[in-house]
């Protein structure tokens, strides 16, 4: 699937603004700027609503989980990465490569 480029036109503006790079990546800025801002319109383009996410910590792992629904359906995902940050690169890079593999939420949010 391909990310829609009207929501990369702004992430991108912002990107042009951004100089420092101690702390974050400008890759891994761009990635986390797109999941938080313009995560559920992304999906939305391709019928899949999001309802949340949350990041849950386990030893040295982070687990994201992504929450959303089409139609009435439930649906979740999980990733793991080292961080937080690693854990959003990877859902894009999933997404951009049909490779992301949502399942039916047994425990849907009410």
């Known amino acids: 699937m391909e990310i829609p480029t009207e929501y990369l036109y702004p992430v991108q503006a912002a990107m042009e603004q951004w100089e420092d790079g101690r702390v974050l990546g400008a890759v891994d800025l761009e990635n986390l700027l797109l999941f938080v801002v313009y995560g559920h319109k992304v ?53 951009e490569n049909d490779r992301l593999k949502w399942v039916k939420d047994r425990y849907p949010w009410i």
């Open 43 to 95: 999906l939305s383009q391709f019928g899949t609503h999001l309802d949340g996410w949350v990041f849950r910590q386990k030893m040295d792992q982070w687990l994201l989980t992504v929450k959303a629904h089409e139609g009435d359906t439930p649906l979740v995902v999980f990733i793991t990465s080292d961080t937080t940050t690693g854990c959003v690169v990877r859902f894009w890079d999933l997404f």
